[in-house]
C-alpha cells in the first residue's frame, strides 16, 4: 500500500492552491493548480476536470496524467444520474472507491458503456457554488487506495476551492462580456457623433456613406451596406464596401431593376424598409443568400426618387428595436446630408456657368494654352464634380498630361510620364477626327493601367496643321454609360476650348514671327561682332597649346574688342573656382579675393554648369559670390560661361562691367571667344589624346611581346612535358612486344598497364592545353558579384570528389567582387579541390576561405592544413604540368594552378602561395577594384 501524506503536507498543499488560484485569471492555470498538487500530494495516476455547460452537459475541461490518446471511462456525457460523475454533481457528495470492484460493482456497464477499463482506485469530487453545480474533479490511482479522512477532507476542501475558482472566472468572464458591450456602445455613440458632425461638414457622398456603414458596424456586425442611385429603369450601386463578394459587386454595379421587390416596397411606403429573414430569390437579388436581415432607406427629390441606402447583415435573424431605431438615425442624418449636397451641387452649376462665361471671354485675349486647359478643366469640374479630367499634349511621340484631376497618385505620376500614341481610344479620336464617348470602360483592351475603376470616358482631339496636338479627356468611376447632358457639357466645353486654342495658337505664330524678325536683326549684329573677335582670337593663339596662354590670349581679345568690359579665367582647385588669368584693370583687394577662390558652389557659376551654356547676369549680386572686395551696386553685370570639355567643366571664364546692360555685340564678341577658346582647347586636348593613345599602343605591343614569349614558353614546356608519356608508350610497346613473343603474359599485361597509363597521361596534358588555350581566347565579361554561389559549388565539386573525407569548412569575409563569373568559378574550383585533395591524408581536412578588402583590391585566399610543399619551388607551382609531388600520391593533370594563374592575369589580378612544408599551404589570388565600372 501507498504511504499516506502527513497531515501537514495536505495543510501546506491546501495553503499552495489557495495563494496560487488567486493569482491566476485563466482556465487553464485554474486546472492546473488543482490537479496537479493533488496527484502529487497522494500519489494518483491522473485526473480530469469536468465542467456543466450552458445546456447541462458534461465536458471534459482538462485531463492530466493519461496518455493523450488513452481511452478512459471518464467522458463527456450528459448530467443525469446511473454515471459516476453525473451522481457525484447531482447529489452533491463526493464519492471514494478503494479498488475497480467498488467501482464496478456499483456501476456495473461502466467499462462496456465507455469501451474503457475503470481505474484501480478512483476518488470523485463535486464543485459548485451555493446552489449550482459546476463540475467534478476524477482523480485515478494505480493501486488500490485508502482515502483515509485527513485525505478525504483534503479532497472535499480542494474541490470546494477548484468551485470557487471557477464561479470567480465565470464572474471575471461576464463582467468582461458587459464591459465589452458597454465598449462597443461607446463605439458606436462616437461613430454617430462623427457622421452627425460630417454631415454638417462635408458634402462627400462617398466619405457619408463609409461613415454611416461604420456606424451600423460598430453595433451589427459584419454589416454591409451601398448606395444605389436611379438611372433610367435600374437601381445602379454608385458606393458599396469593400467586403462585399465580387460576384455581388458585379450584380449591384451592373443595376437593379426598379421593380426589385424591396426597392420598390420600400419606393411606396417613402420611408425606411426593414426586412426580416431576408430571401434572396424572393426579393430578386442575387448573391445575397447568406444575408438575414436587410434595411433600405429611399431618397427623393420633387417628390421622385433617386437614391437608395441600404445595408445587409448575415446576424441577428431579424432586427432588433436598438438596430431599428440606429437605422433610422443613420438614414436621417444621411439624407440631411444629401440635401446638402443637393443645394452645393445647385450652387456648383451657377459657379460652372460663370466659369464657362469667363472662358469664353478669354478666346481673344488669352494664348497661354496650358492656362485655356486650366480654364477648361475648372468648368467641366464644376459641372461635372468628382469626374477625372486630363489635358494631353503630344511630347516625344507620347501623349502626356499638362494638366489633371485624377484621385489616383500612382496613375496621375503615369499619366504625366505618357500614353501611347497608337492606345485604342485615343487613336480613334485622332481617326474620327471628333468627339469619341467610350461606355463600359475596360482598362485591358484600352491599354490602360491603373484606370480598371473607371466606368465611362470621353476624348476631344485637338489639331494644328492637320496633325495632332493635343487632347480633352474626361472619366467617371460612378457610371458605365453617358448621360445626355454629361455628353452635351463635355462637347460645350470642349468646343469652347478648341476654339480659344485656335485662336491662340494664330495669336501665338504672328508673336513668333515678329520675335524671329527681330531676333534675326539682332542675330546680325551679333555675328559680325563675334566673327571679328573670332578671327582675331584665332589669329593671335596660332599654335598655343597651355589652356593658361589661350585664357590669356582670350580676355585680351575680349578687352580690346569691348575695353570696358573686365575678364577673369578660373580653374577648380582645393574645392574652389581659382582665378589663374584675369584682366590688368582689376584692383589689387579684389585681385586677392579671386585669387583666393570662389565657394564651388557659388550661384552663378552652379547655374552656368547645370544649364550647361553661358549666363548673362544683370543686376548680379555681389554678396552671393562672398565678393566683399567687390562694389555692391544695382549696376553691376556679369556673365558666366564654363569652359567645357567632354561635357564637363574645365574651367569658368567670367566678365564683368558696370553702368549699362549687356548689349547684343558684348554678348556676340563674348560668346565668339569662348567658343574660340573652346576650339583650340579641344584641339590641345586631341592632341595629347593622340600622343596617349600612341603611348598605349607601344604598351599593347611591350604586353604582345610578354604574351608571345610565355606562347613560347608554354610551346617548350608542352613539347618537352609530353615526349615522356610518349617515350614510355614506345619503350613498353617494344618491351610488351617481346613479352609476346616470349609467351611472357605477366610482363605483358604490366608493360600494356604502363602504356596505358601513359597514354592517359598524354590525354590529361592535351585537355590541359586545351584548357589553357580556351581561357585565352574567353572574352573577359566582368560584373558585380556575389562570392557565396561559386564557393557553394566549388564545395558541392570536392565533396563529390572525397566523399568519405570529412571537411570542415571556414568561409570568412564574403563580399561582392568584380569579376567574369563563369572564369572565376573555375579558379575557386582548382583551389577548393586542390585543398581538399592535398589534406586527404588528415582526419579532417579544415579548409578556410577568406576574402578581404582593401582600397585597392580585393584578396581571396584558401588556407589548408595539407602537406604543403617546398618553397624553394614556388615558381614552378603556376606553370603548366609543374609537379611538386608524385602522380601516384596526389593525382592531376598540372594544369589547375597554371590555368588559375592566367585567369586572375586577365583580371589583371596576381598569384601567390605560402607555406612552411609541414602544415599546410595558402594559395590565393588578387582582383582589383580598377577593375569595376560605376
Not at 477532507?153 to 470546494?160: D, M, P, T, V
Not at 553661358?614 to 560661361?641: I, K, M, N, R, T
Not at 584641339?683 to 610578354?706: G, I, K, N, S
Amino acid at each position: 500500500m501507498p504511504i499516506q501524506p502527513s497531515v501537514s503536507v495536505l495543510s501546506a498543499t491546501l495553503q499552495e492552491v489557495s495563494e496560487a488560484l488567486a493569482a491566476t485569471s485563466t482556465p487553464e492555470a485554474i486546472f492546473d493548480i488543482i490537479l496537479n498538487p493533488a496527484l502529487q500530494a497522494l500519489g494518483g495516476l491522473g485526473g480530469a476536470i469536468f465542467l456543466v455547460d450552458d445546456r447541462g452537459t458534461l465536458r471534459i475541461a482538462a485531463r492530466y496524467g493519461h496518455q493523450a490518446e488513452e481511452r478512459l471511462v471518464w467522458q463527456d456525457g450528459s448530467l443525469a444520474s446511473g454515471t459516476p460523475v453525473g451522481d457525484v454533481v447531482l447529489a452533491r457528495a463526493p464519492q471514494f472507491f478503494h479498488h475497480r470492484d467498488a467501482l464496478l460493482n456499483t456501476y456495473p456497464d461502466l467499462e462496456s458503456r465507455t469501451g474503457a477499463r475503470a481505474p484501480v482506485a478512483t476518488a470523485l469530487l463535486p464543485m459548485g457554488v451555493d446552489d449550482r453545480a459546476l463540475g467534478a474533479i476524477a482523480i485515478d490511482f494505480a493501486d488500490p487506495h485508502d482515502f483515509s479522512p485527513e485525505e478525504q477532507r483534503f479532497l472535499k476542501i480542494l474541490s470546494a476551492q477548484g468551485g470557487l475558482a471557477v464561479d470567480r472566472l465565470r464572474l471575471m468572464t461576464e463582467l468582461r462580456a458587459r464591459a465589452e458591450e458597454r465598449q462597443r456602445q461607446a463605439t458606436a455613440l462616437t461613430s454617430f457623433i462623427s457622421l452627425t458632425a460630417a454631415v454638417g461638414a462635408t458634402t462627400d457622398v462617398d466619405a457619408l456613406i463609409r461613415m454611416a456603414e461604420q456606424v451600423l458596424g460598430s453595433v451589427i456586425p459584419g454589416v454591409i451596406s451601398a448606395y444605389f442611385e436611379v438611372q433610367g429603369e435600374q437601381w445602379v450601386a454608385r458606393i458599396a464596401t469593400d467586403e462585399r463578394p465580387q460576384a455581388l459587386h458585379d450584380v449591384i454595379t451592373a443595376g437593379l431593376p426598379v421593380s426589385t421587390p424591396s426597392f420598390a416596397r420600400a419606393v411606396a411606403q417613402r420611408s425606411p424598409l426593414f426586412v426580416d429573414h431576408w430571401n434572396a430569390a424572393a426579393e430578386g437579388v442575387p448573391f445575397t443568400e447568406q444575408f438575414q436581415i436587410a434595411a433600405l432607406a429611399p431618397y427623393f427629390r420633387h417628390g421622385l426618387p433617386v437614391s437608395m441606402f441600404t445595408v445587409g447583415a448575415e446576424q441577428p435573424e431579424s432586427w432588433s428595436a436598438e438596430h431599428r431605431e440606429m437605422f433610422l438615425a443613420v438614414a436621417r442624418s444621411l439624407g440631411s446630408a444629401l440635401e446638402r449636397a443637393d443645394e452645393y451641387r445647385r450652387q456648383e452649376r451657377q459657379a460652372a456657368l460663370d466659369a464657362f462665361v469667363a472662358l469664353t471671354e478669354s478666346i481673344g485675349t488669352e494664348t497661354d494654352q496650358q492656362r485655356l486647359a486650366e480654364r477648361a478643366k475648372a468648368l467641366l469640374l464644376a459641372f461635372l464634380p468628382g469626374w477625372s479630367v486630363v489635358y494631353y499634349t503630344v511630347e516625344d511621340g507620347l501623349w502626356r498630361a499638362s494638366t489633371l484631376e485624377v484621385p489616383d497618385a500612382e496613375l496621375a505620376v503615369a499619366l504625366r510620364a505618357g500614353v501611347p500614341m497608337d492606345t485604342p481610344a485615343f487613336a480613334e479620336a485622332i481617326q474620327q477626327a471628333r468627339p469619341v464617348f467610350v461606355e463600359d470602360w475596360k482598362a485591358k483592351d484600352q491599354h490602360m493601367e491603373r484606370t480598371d475603376k473607371y466606368g465611362s470616358a470621353g476624348f476631344y482631339p485637338y489639331f494644328t496643321d492637320g496633325q495632332p496636338c493635343g487632347m480633352f479627356v474626361v472619366g467617371t468611376q460612378d457610371s458605365p454609360v453617358w448621360h445626355p447632358g454629361d455628353q452635351a457639357v463635355f462637347l460645350v466645353v470642349g468646343r469652347s476650348l478648341e476654339l480659344a486654342l485656335e485662336w491662340a495658337t494664330h495669336a501665338t505664330l504672328l508673336r513668333r514671327q515678329n520675335d524671329a524678325l527681330r531676333q534675326q536683326t539682332q542675330q546680325l549684329e551679333l555675328e559680325r561682332a563675334g566673327l571679328d573677335a573670332f578671327v582675331t582670337f584665332t589669329l593671335a593663339v596660332g599654335g598655343v597649346t597651355s589652356v593658361l596662354e589661350l585664357a590669356q590670349q582670350a580676355i585680351r581679345t575680349i578687352h580690346a574688342t569691348v575695353p570696358e568690359v573686365s575678364a577673369v579665367y578660373f580653374e577648380p582647385e582645393h574645392a574652389r573656382w581659382t582665378a589663374r588669368v584675369w584682366s590688368d584693370d582689376l584692383m589689387l583687394d579684389v585681385l586677392e579675393q579671386l585669387v583666393a577662390g570662389v565657394p564651388m558652389d557659388a550661384p552663378n557659376f552652379t547655374a552656368a554648369i547645370q544649364a550647361g551654356a553661358g549666363q548673362f547676369v544683370e543686376a548680379w549680386d555681389v554678396e552671393a559670390h562672398h565678393l566683399s572686395a567687390v562694389p555692391a551696386a544695382p549696376d553691376q553685370h556679369a556673365a558666366f560661361f564654363p569652359i567645357l570639355v567632354h561635357g564637363q567643366p574645365h574651367g569658368f571664364l567670367t566678365a564683368g562691367k558696370q553702368h549699362r546692360r549687356w548689349t547684343a555685340r558684348e554678348q556676340g564678341v563674348i560668346r565668339a571667344v569662348v567658343q574660340g577658346m573652346q576650339i583650340a582647347l579641344e584641339h590641345t586636348l586631341q592632341t595629347d589624346q593622340l600622343r596617349q593613345q600612341r603611348d598605349e599602343l607601344d604598351a599593347r605591343a611591350a604586353a604582345l611581346t610578354v604574351v608571345n614569349q610565355e606562347l613560347e614558353a608554354f610551346a617548350y614546356s608542352a613539347s618537352h612535358d609530353l615526349r615522356t608519356p610518349v617515350r614510355h608508350v614506345l619503350s613498353f610497346a617494344d618491351l610488351a612486344k617481346r613479352a609476346l613473343q616470349h609467351a611472357q603474359s605477366d610482363k605483358l599485361e604490366h608493360h600494356l598497364s604502363v602504356i596505358q597509363d601513359s597514354a592517359e597521361r598524354m590525354t590529361d596534358m592535351i585537355d590541359g592545353m586545351l584548357v589553357l588555350s580556351q581561357i585565352g581566347r574567353e572574352r573577359l565579361m566582368p560584373r558585380l558579384i556575389s562570392l557565396e554561389p561559386l564557393i557553394v559549388q566549388a564545395q558541392r565539386a570536392a565533396h563529390a570528389a572525397f566523399p568519405t573525407l570529412k571537411v570542415e569548412w571556414r568561409v570568412s569575409g564574403l563580399q561582392p567582387v568584380w569579376a567574369d563569373p563563369k572564369l572565376l568559378q573555375q579558379v575557386l574550383l582548382s583551389l577548393l579541390g586542390n585543398a581538399v585533395k592535398f589534406s586527404s591524408g588528415q582526419d579532417v581536412a579544415v579548409i578556410a576561405l577568406q576574402v578581404e578588402g582593401t582600397e585597392h583590391e580585393w584578396v581571396i585566399s584558401v588556407r589548408d592544413n595539407g602537406v604543403g610543399f617546398d618553397t624553394r619551388y614556388t615558381d614552378k607551382l603556376f606553370q603548366v604540368f609543374q609537379r611538386l609531388h608524385l602522380q601516384s600520391e596526389f593525382p592531376g593533370s598540372g594544369v589547375g594552378l597554371a590555368a588559375m594563374r592566367k585567369i586572375v592575369t586577365k583580371h589583371a589580378g596576381r598569384v601567390f602561395a605560402e607555406s612552411d612544408g609541414t602544415t599546410g599551404a595558402v594559395f590565393g589570388f588578387t582582383l582589383p577594384r580598377a577593375l569595376q565600372r560605376p
